[in-house]
């Protein structure tokens, strides 16, 4: 019941505020891409510094938080692109499929990861999402790469400059270089990234609430069900059941439960747009995944709560 009253309740309204500003308020598309940039370059990744900086992160084992992340990853990556004759899915629709079934949307997940446990659950979430950004990327620009539409995408997106340039990445490495060299922020900046980070978690449920949009068509039934069910699902569970005989618990178990189970990024439209996806069908698994993951977490973290518990 405090989940559903600290993260869940938090997240439909103001997921249904941000389509309900985008759609009869401020219909502007440049507000909203304005915010995604704020939010994705300067809040998030102030949160993530000044969560990781502030945390012991002995309490964290990193070995089976990387097991449990990378394993699942790509082998339900893999599978997809294993399915792609039995689907008869054509290379920019199967690449669609895989960044629905493999990529992450932060913001939401940051809220659960802070309703759960707090400072703790930011921070341990701010870890699986350096392991979880960087080998999705890898992913999905290379499939793009090997199966999208040449003509969409004249200019190929080298994947070293993504690694470098991304900014929760960044955020990441210097909260985690200046967490193990032991130097403490001044207290004017310390504050200055406290204020940055507080607007974090509602720009971004704000973007995705946004960013919602359904355009269905009969064959969508299967891809868009085939990357819920994968994505909400089986990757959630195939984390847990190697996290827990690795004996992750606590703040670590929820991150990579939480990383795994939480809906696609609206980012994953912009990248099929600008190496040759399907726009329309990553905009349709997008719009679903996060409507359904309203259900689906909770269910999931509830479930390996009774496992472990």
């Given amino acids: ?15 249904a505020a941000g389509a309900l500003l985008r759609y009869r308020f ?39 938080l990387l097991l449990s ?13 294993v399915l792609r004759r039995p689907l008869r899915a054509n290379g920019p629709q199967l690449t669609s499929l895989v960044q629905g079934a493999v990529r992450i949307n932060t913001y939401i997940g940051l809220i659960f990861a802070t309703a759960l446990h707090g ?18 990327n890898v992913i999905c620009v290379s499939t793009l790469a090997a199966y999208g539409d040449k003509s969409a995408s004249p200019r190929p997106v080298p994947v070293w400059r993504e690694f470098l340039e991304n900014p929760l990445i960044l955020g990441c490495a ?12 001044p207290g004017f900046l310390s504050a200055t990234l406290t204020m940055l980070a507080a607007p974090a978690l509602a720009c971004g449920t704000l973007i995705a609430g946004a960013a ?3 355009s269905f068509r009969k064959r969508d039934a299967i891809d868009v069900g085939l990357a819920a069910i994968l994505k909400l699902v089986v990757l959630p569970l195939a ?20 990383i795994c189970a939480i809906p696609t990024a609206p980012s994953a439209y912009v990248l099929a747009s600008r190496m040759g996806g399907d726009t329309r069908l990553m905009a349709s698994i997008t719009g679903a995944q996060t409507v ?9 973290l509830t479930l390996i709560d009774h496992v472990t518990g």
């Fill in 174 to 185: 210097i909260g985690l270089a200046l967490n193990l060299a032991g130097l403490p922020l």
């Fill in 292 to 300: 359904l993951a309203v259900a689906t977490l909770p269910a999931i």
């Fill in 212 to 214: 919602l949009h359904f």
């Fill in 119 to 136: 400072h703790e659950g930011v921070a341990t979430f701010a870890l699986a999402s350096a392991v979880v950004v960087p080998l999705v």
């Fill in 69 to 81: 992340l990378a394993v699942p990853i790509t082998a339900v990556a893999g599978l997809v692109v």
């Fill in 239 to 258: 984390a847990a059941a190697i996290a827990i005989p690795l004996g992750a618990t606590g703040a670590t178990l929820s991150s990579i439960v939480l």
């Fill in 1 to 15: 019941m405090l989940l559903v009253t600290t993260a869940i309740v938090p997240v439909v309204l103001i997921l």
């Fill in 26 to 64: 401020l219909t502007e598309p440049g507000f909203w891409r304005g915010l995604e940039w704020m939010s994705y370059r300067v809040f998030t990744p102030a949160l993530f510094i000044t969560s990781i900086a502030g945390t012991d992160l002995t309490i964290i084992p990193i070995g089976p």
